[in-house]
């Protein structure tokens, strides 16, 4: 599988939001697949944790994001898995399972440019947590 990576900018250097579309599934097709890796050996779990992005790469040819950093956590509380007819059997650990975020605060801009640079900021892609950049 491939994330798609081809820097599908326009002419003025803005994202294709059909691009970030894309790149939103892909990422969620890799990592299901992660989850699935890890699940299968201690092993897999330990240099999916030490290194996801080598990983994704090896195995699911998904390529992070250049500039994206992405730390892969163990869950370390005592809920488990607990299916019940017509409920999803993840929903007592929902509020666990959650992921983290870092996005980095560009530089403030001239007050007399805040208002393109936050269009423009927006249009580079940087705003998503998946992006072709």
């Known amino acids: 599988m491939s994330n798609g990576n081809d ?19 892909y990422w969620r097709d890799a990592w299901m ?10 092993a897999n779990k330990l240099e999916l944790m030490a290194n996801p992005a080598k990983v994704l790469q090896r195995e699911f040819n998904y390529t992070i994001t250049p500039g994206i950093s992405l730390t892969v956590k163990e869950y370390s509380g ?7 007819p017509g409920v999803n059997g993840w929903i007592d650990l929902e509020d666990d399972l959650g ?13 007399k440019q805040q208002a393109m640079a936050l269009a423009d900021f927006d249009a580079l ?4 947590v998946h992006t072709c950049v």
């Not at 005592?78 to 019940?84: A, E, G, M």
Request: aromatic share 12%; net charge negative.
């Open 7 to 25: 820097q599908s900018f326009d002419e003025k250097g803005d994202e294709s939001i059909i691009t970030g579309i894309k790149e939103s599934y």
């Open 33 to 42: 697949r992660a989850v699935a890796y890890a699940w299968q050996s201690d």
């Open 78 to 84: 005592s809920k488990t898995y607990s299916p019940k």
């Open 99 to 111: 992921g983290g975020l870092v996005m980095i605060l560009p530089p403030t801009p001239d007050p």
């Open 125 to 128: 892609g940087r705003t998503y």
